[in-house]
Nanobody, 121 residues
Framework: QLQLVESGGGLVQPGGSLRLSCAAS????????IGWFRQAPGKEREGVSC?????RYADSVKGRFTVDRDNAKNTLYLQMNSLKPEDTATYYC?????????????????WGKGTLVTVSS
């Protein structure tokens, strides 16, 4: 059974850092397109990053967020630095068959339940 479990969210001050994890079971991450998405209250879910061999980032996080992966642990990570209040959202990892040009959720088929990140002083 395919399962994605995110962890690592929490409350952090502006300018701080967090590292999110996405542990996968029932699927080998390196065989799929994998992405991080986020959804703030009252807003649509948006792409943060999407990887198919190479990784693309949303303009809003470029230079601050970095994706890496531990294939041995079948785990995906999102290192988030220089966090801003507008980064506050529930963050989801997802796997699918392709990344869309706009990094919309449309290319993803399986989703975790998310982890909440709150950036506030």
């Amino acid at each position: 059974q395919l399962q994605l479990v995110e962890s690592g969210g929490g409350l952090v001050q502006p300018g701080g850092s967090l590292r999110l994890s996405c542990a996968a079971s029932g699927v080998t991450l390196e065989s799929y397109a994998i992405g991080w998405f986020r959804q703030a209250p009252g807003k649509e879910r948006e792409g943060v990053s999407c990887s198919t061999g190479t990784t693309r980032y949303a303009d809003s996080v470029k230079g601050r967020f970095t994706v890496d992966r531990d294939n041995a642990k079948n785990t995906l990570y999102l290192q988030m630095n220089s966090l801003k209040p507008e980064d506050t959202a529930t963050y989801y990892c997802a796997v699918g068959h392709y990344c869309t040009l706009s990094m919309s959720p449309a290319g993803m088929n399986y989703w975790g339940k998310g982890t909440l990140v709150t950036v506030s002083s």
